[in-house]
Structure formats: C-alpha cells, structure tokens
T-cell receptor
Framework: DVKVTQSSRYLVKRTGEKVFLECVQD?????MFWYRQDPGLGLRLIYFSYDVKMKEKGDIPEGYSVSREKKERFSLILESASTNQTSMYLC????????????????FGPGTRLTVL | DAKTTQPNSMESNEEEPVHLPCNHS???????IHWYRQLPSQGPEYVIHGLTSNVNNRMASLAIAEDRKSSTLILHRATLRDAAVYYCILRMYSGGGADGLTFGKGTHLIIQP
C-alpha cells in the first residue's frame, strides 16, 4: 500500500517556538507538497518541491520554510510559531505533471493538527 | 482560475446510488475535472478525473455534460464509509513540473443507515 506518513497527528507548541513537521513518502514521487486546511478557507498551498533540494512558494509561504534533502522526505519549518499558525497541516506527494491528462493524483498523509498557545 | 460550484451538503441512504453535482461554467478546453474526497479526520484522497468522456473506476463514475459546463460524480451503491466531503476541482495539464490543489468548500455527503 502506498503511503505518506506525517511525524505527528497532534502537536501543541508555544508561541515563538521553532516547529518541525516531517513528511515521508514511500512511492518514489518527485513532487511533494505542504498545505494547511482551515474551516471556511479550504485547502491552501504553503510550499511545494518538485525535486531534491528544490522548493517553490505556494499561496501562503509567509512564516514557513521547507527542506528537502532526500527524495522521500519533505519538512515544513515554522521558524517562530504564532497563534495564527494553529491549523491542520497536510503533506502530499505525486508524480510529475504530464501532458495528456494522465493522472498525477496527489496522495495525502493523515495530517498534523498543530495548536500554538 | 476556473471555479466550481457544489451544493453544501447532500443526504442519501445506504446502498442507494448517489449523484453529486458540480457546475463549472467557465471551464476551459484544457481543464480536466478532478474529484477528491476527505473522510473525517483523514487527508483527502483522489477519486476520479476526466476530460470529456464519462469515466469509471473502482470507486465511482464521472459523468460529464456534453458542453462540459457541469459534471456528476456517481457512487453506485453508497456505504457508510462513503460519508465524506467531496471536492470537485479543475486542473490544467500543460506538462512538466508540479501544481498544488485548491479545494473549495465541497459537498458534505451524509449517508443514513
């Protein structure tokens, strides 16, 4: 069974702490993504990576950074956590997008519910 | 980006077919119609996608209107495990690279036993 795993299901941190969220996929996918999901705001893309050591900003990168040192692992870093970063964080992976409509469906992890106090 | 419109919620009975509608009147010729669903306390999962022709897979069927301005996700025999939020999204395939997903509010499907 293909899998995307995230390091924690629930996490509680204090304002100002540095927070690491880890994501690992076992499908040898080139692409990896970090999203946050908030009620009423849907799913929003924070950062993505299409190759090792490559990263691209998504729609809401402010306050976050990422690291991709190995193909299977994509880390999301909150340099100084704030209360407005309390959210559900979802990691996903996929094959590269190709022309012709072959599905590059994204496979999601179970999510990490982060609370910043 | 072309937008989709879905009902906020729908209710169905177990073991009956479910038709989930999606309107996308501003769809462009290169947009593919994708469906994902999100079960309670889980990450989203891919369901199906198509361009013009109707599509079937082990999870569902996708019926696409001839003018492509609407589509319907069909669950042939709903079970309690199909209770989830269903998202209809448009994705353009132009080759290469990566692109993120943007989900709206989706349709909250409730299955009654």
């Amino acid at each position: 069974d293909v899998k995307v795993t995230q390091s924690s299901r629930y996490l509680v941190k204090r304002t100002g702490e540095k927070v690491f969220l880890e994501c690992v996929q076992d499908m040898d996918h080139e692409n990896m993504f970090w999203y946050r999901q908030d009620p009423g705001l849907g799913l929003r893309l924070i950062y993505f990576s299409y190759d090792v050591k490559m990263k691209e900003k998504g729609d809401i990168p402010e306050g976050y950074s990422v690291s991709r040192e190995k193909k299977e692992r994509f880390s999301l870093i909150l340099e100084s956590a704030s209360t407005n970063q309390t959210s559900m964080y979802l990691c996903a992976s996929s094959l590269p997008r190709v022309a012709g409509g072959l599905s590059n469906e994204q496979f999601f992890g179970p999510g990490t519910r982060l609370t910043v106090l | 980006d072309a937008k989709t419109t879905q009902p906020n919620s729908m209710e169905s009975n177990e073991e009956e077919p479910v038709h989930l509608p999606c309107n996308h009147s501003t769809i462009s010729g290169t947009d593919y119609i994708h469906w994902y669903r999100q079960l309670p306390s889980q990450g989203p999962e891919y369901v199906i996608h198509g361009l013009t022709s109707n599509v079937n897979n082990r999870m569902a069927s996708l019926a696409i209107a001839e003018d492509r301005k609407s589509s319907t996700l069909i669950l042939h025999r709903a079970t309690l495990r199909d209770a989830a939020v269903y998202y209809c999204i448009l994705r353009m395939y132009s080759g290469g690279g990566a692109d993120g997903l943007t989900f709206g509010k989706g349709t909250h499907l409730i299955i009654q036993p």
